[in-house]
């Protein structure tokens, strides 16, 4: 069945059904013993006979590649054993975001383990901006170290490395983002999307290239029999932190990621990270933690410090073993995303004005010194609105701005960005398919959306905001069973999405207004069915009024199920995604 193309919801999306094969679900559900619903949609997200069991069970056995396929990595290896050896100071130079936290307290906490002598190094977000600066690396000269690892930068930083190698410093880069056409020259550059690498795991977060390089180096230990007089550390034990930056940073679940998602949750619901358990606890998780949690819970606090306070907080936090620094840390972080939120609202609110305005595939919102911590934020919020492409910049005194963008499937901001940057349009900036940094002179802007609004018409990119649905289900249908079964296909996230129902013909039994811009109802439908129901973030949208003032109107409701555990029952609750009434133009082609 089809929802044709004219019956626009309230969020103005055409809804799709994703296309069946009845067949392939048949002999999924058969050879593996699944409901049918499951293998539904595992034949709906392309999972073929031969990737289920991968799929189910994910572990890193399966996927976990040899090291040394990668380019340069053995030599990162031999340049890491040389500082162990000489016992050189090393300094690993992260990202202010999740992946770069999560990537610095990944190498901090191993090779701390083996005896280096190592400082993380996370630049100030407002004086130093994004990668590794000249005056930072020479600074980290100047206390002795010999041996810099930049973490989630750096692919594109020459000018500061060659500042870098003058002190008599070597570097070695590990990211995941789109390079230029000449690489930096340092030591080594693990990048899965070096241009030439195969580009089997440019899906990567860098906090996963990380992982693989202390694989590597693991292996290289114990050959040289480093291991037969000390402990040698539990790489698996650091899958937490893997997962937690592989999540928030919206990398494709797949393959190698499902993996460490999967086995990485593993060990964050042993709660042995301290820094992590204290911000669990401070957050209030009392569940077992699942890519939700770490998505929109973990995630935005770790990312705090770097967006409106304290750099390092994040990275400090994840390698603690201080429980009192533990809880300041996780306190603070708590409070900072608070302050996030607000200073969030206030430049989001500016954009939307803006954005509305605006009728090009890509967006372009910018304003005075709006807070570069946010703007990243923004620009994810301005998408998911607008379901376009959108940049947000900051500008400062000078005229010169930084923009954040984030995308949508399909455009691959990146690339876009790496082509302005040789068009001379910015001032510097990189990033992958999903998100983007950039620096750009005011007098520049309206001609870099020209640019990228000429190239996303030219290739003519289906820009059609839809919003995919698995199936249809009754609100009785809605069951703990069900949510239950569901499970089996988690970790849910980008790339597989959490499966998405259409409710036809509810009406709304009581909404009210909770927190500050949530709308909670209570649905029921013609067959007696009553499910408890949630929209985020929609008080000042349509959806959020059509919700708390259409109580007995009959609508067709979008959404996603998600088990909740009160007083020891578990019971479901619906997230809704979308909504249209039910007397706009629907109909059924079989």
Known sequence: MKYLENACSLSGRVWRLRPSDEMQALAISQRFNLPLVLGDLLAARGISLEEVEAFLNPTLKQFLPDPSTFKDLDTAVERLLHALKEKEKIAVFGDYDVDGATSSAVLYRYLSAVGADIVIYIPDRMREGYGPNAPALLTLAEQGVKLVITVDCGTTASEPFEEAKKAGMDVIVIDHHMPDAKLPSVTAVLNPNRFDESGVYGYLAAVGVCF??????????????????????????????VALGTICDVMPLKGLNRAFVTQGLKVMAARCNLGLKTLMDVSGIRDIPSAYHSGFILGPRVNAGGRVGKSDLGATLLTTGNPLQAEQIAHTLNELNQER???????????????????????????????????????????????????????????????????????????????????????????????????????????????????????????????SIDNHLTLTGASVSLAQLLETLAPYGQGNPSPRFIFENVRILKANVVGKDHIRCLLTDEGGGRLSAISFRSLHSLLGETLLHSKGESLHIVGTLKLDSWQGEERVQLTIDDAMFARTLLRKAG
Not at 232 to 239: A, F, G, R, V, Y
């Open 341 to 467: 939120q607000n200073i969030e609202q206030e430049v989001l609110e500016q954009a939307i004005l803006q954005a509305e305005k605006q009728s090009h595939p890509l967006l372009i919102c910018y304003g005075m010194n709006w807070h570069p911590g946010v703007i990243g934020i923004v620009a994810g919020r301005l998408k998911e609105r607008f379901n376009r492409p959108s940049l947000v910049i900051s500008l400062d005194e000078n005229g010169v701005g930084k923009g954040s963008g984030r995308s949508i499937t399909g455009i691959d901001l990146g690339f876009l960005i790496q082509e302005a940057k040789r068009q001379a349009l910015l001032l510097g900036g990189g990033g992958h398919a999903m998100a983007a940094g950039f620096s750009i002179e005011s007098h520049r802007i309206e001609e870099l959306h020209n640019f990228l609004n000429d190239h996303i018409n030219r290739h003519q990119y289906d820009l059609t905001p839809c919003l």
């Open 212 to 241: 693989i390089f202390l694989a590597g180096l693991n292996r290289a230990l114990r050959v040289q029999g480093f291991f037969s007089q000390k402990t040698e550390p539990d790489l698996l034990s650091l899958l937490d932190l």
